[in-house]
């Protein structure tokens, strides 16, 4: 039987605190491999409490630097995941600006292509500050990033 719950933001923001300016060794560190933003945010989320999805391809989970779904680490691939999923793990939508909260994930653009993706860890006077990898950060403005399109996944809960 499947069901839904929610998830805890609270641990997701401890997390993120406490590996935002360094790696956690349980978790492969993409850095020079395209990237580590995405893989960041998907331990994030496991961190709140999300049960990995293990369908081959099109899951999200990972196990070791090998045996990984891309929608781990790879931006579009979790927006993929994340967005579709009616499985097991984490699922979401796409919401406004002004509707993101703490725990959400905020992925940056420019000309059609998404390359970055970041985890919010409040909303301040309607800015979202975020804690994110390549280019580590904790508690830093939406508004200090350049970027040309913006798509804010909320993360509605969780199925095991």
């Given amino acids: 039987m499947v069901y839904e719950t929610i998830l805890d933001i609270s641990a997701g923001i401890r997390y993120a605190e406490k590996w935002a300016f360094s790696r956690n060794p349980a978790y492969y560190d993409f850095e020079n491999d395209g990237g580590d933003c995405t ?3 998907s331990q994030c989320i496991y961190a709140e409490g999300a049960a990995m999805n293990f369908t081959p391809d099109i899951g999200w989970y990972f196990n070791s630097s090998y045996d990984r779904a891309a929608a781990w680490s790879g931006v579009e691939s979790f927006y993929r995941f994340i ?3 009616r499985g097991a793990g984490p699922f ?3 919401v406004t600006l002004s509707e993101t909260a703490a725990g959400d994930v905020i992925q940056l653009g420019r000309n ?4 970055h993706s ?3 860890l409040e909303i301040r006077n309607g800015m979202p500050f975020i804690a994110a990898h390549s280019e580590n950060a904790l508690y830093r403005p939406l508004s200090s990033y350049s970027y040309g399109e913006i798509r804010c996944i909320h993360i509605a809960g969780q199925r095991r």
């Fill in 39 to 41: 893989n960041f945010i």
């Fill in 83 to 85: 967005t579709n999923n």
């Fill in 92 to 94: 979401g939508k796409i």
């Fill in 112 to 115: 059609g292509r998404y390359y």
């Fill in 118 to 120: 970041l985890y919010v």
